[in-house]
């Protein structure tokens, strides 16, 4: 199973240490990223389970960064959690959640509270991971017995063919059931 | 839900109505009916697709003819702007393809030589360090990229660029504002091997 990697978005180095401090102990991988345009191009090369996005960063800012990723149908689908040190300010969580982000957190927050959410949206990821991996397992058996069908129907044939002999069965086609139920078999062993 | 999947005969569980086996008069069994076994319907995305080489599905997919040629097609961006790649990646995604990214030159000239499987490149013009022309250079250098299509998008074409884009080994050259049914068009005819459309 991958690991669930978390984005975590901040201008400031120092806050992203502390990110990465507070993420340690946790089951992923953090990518830092220093800007919303490197952000962004972390998510055309890698997938991600969540996202840890400043709202206020020069050039690029949380909320222009949020927007490109919900406009991107391979990106929309990840849940943004924005960091905003203006707890005065109750509208920028609103237009935070106006541009998609699943949860707002203010700095100062609590190392734990922010930890609890992430290792949610992480527990989330890694059951969606299951449910693909599961969905590929019944695809493959599908396909099996698919296959299997087809030889069986193949043996069927064979077997009938002794209808025109009187009954009797030709060497060579009972053969050709064998075999074809042999490859049924091993299709059906997967 | 679950007690309700446990309760169905196994043929429901297979995905199909009538049963698997049939047994006529003579109790002899009739051929296994392939169309019970129809495979069940994709399930919708829950997130992204795991891995960024992997096309997406999307059933509202344009299917212009330009669209059907590029489905399935692998595209390298050489551009450090992100905001357009970023827009230019979820565009073409939709139509089937797998972007690979590369934010400047020499990234690209490496990501190709790892991805053999690279149909197209596109290539932005300006880009600090190694420019658009310069990263051309570097692939044609490489005999297997000697006919890999490389299309040029430019933002501000000054007289003469075009040349000097064309001598570095550009196969065609696009002006921004990118108009996508455009650049669509111009990368079909360039992975089907027609030449510039």
């Known amino acids: ?190 | 839900m679950c007690d309700e999947a446990e309760a169905l005969p196994l043929p429901e569980l297979l995905g199909g109505g009538g049963a698997l086996v049939t047994f006529g008069p003579t109790a002899r069994p009739a051929a296994v009916d392939l169309s019970a076994l129809s495979p069940p319907p994709a399930p919708a995305p829950l997130r992204a697709a795991p891995s960024p080489l992997r096309p997406l599905k999307d059933p509202e997919r344009r299917t212009t003819s330009a669209a059907q040629q590029l489905d399935g097609a692998t595209v390298l961006i050489v551009d450090d702007d992100v905001r357009n790649v970023f827009a230019l990646t979820s565009a073409l995604e939709m139509h089937g393809m797998t972007v690979l990214y590369a934010d400047n030159g020499a990234h690209g000239v490496r990501l190709l030589s790892e991805h053999p499987e690279v149909d197209i490149v596109l290539m932005d013009a300006m880009m600090p360090d190694m420019d658009g022309n310069e990263t051309t250079r570097a692939i044609r250098r490489n005999r297997r990229f000697a006919d890999l299509p490389v299309v040029f998008l430019t933002a501000k074409a000054m007289p003469g660029d075009r040349e000097s884009s064309f001598a570095a080994g550009a196969s065609d050259y696009i002006t921004k504002p990118v108009d996508l049914d455009e650049l669509l068009e111009t990368m079909a005819g360039w992975v089907t091997g027609r030449g510039p459309s």
């Open chain 1, 1 to 190: 199973m991958n690991t669930a990697r978390v984005l975590l978005v901040d201008d400031r180095k120092d806050n992203l240490l502390a990110l990465e401090a507070i993420m340690q102990g946790l089951p992923v991988q953090t990518v830092a990223a220093h800007s919303g345009e490197e952000a962004l191009k972390h998510l055309l090369v890698d997938d991600f389970a969540v996202i840890l996005l400043d709202a206020q960063m020069p050039d690029m800012d949380g909320f222009e960064t949020a927007r490109h990723i919900k406009r991107r149908e391979r990106t929309r689908h990840v849940p943004i959690i924005f960091l905003t040190a203006a707890d005065r300010d109750s509208h920028l969580a609103m237009r935070g959640y106006a541009v998609g982000a699943v949860d707002y957190i203010t700095k100062p927050f609590d190392p734990w509270v922010l930890r609890a959410k992430v290792s949610v949206f992480v527990e989330l990821w890694a059951k969606s991971e299951q449910l693909l991996a599961q969905g590929e397992a019944t695809r493959v058996r599908d396909n099996a017995m698919r296959a299997a069908a087809v030889a069986v129907n193949e043996a069927l044939t064979a077997l009938n063919s002794a209808d025109a002999t009187g009954g009797e069965l030709l060497p060579g086609q009972r053969d050709r059931a064998l075999a074809a139920l042999d490859r049924a078999q091993r299709h059906l062993s997967i």
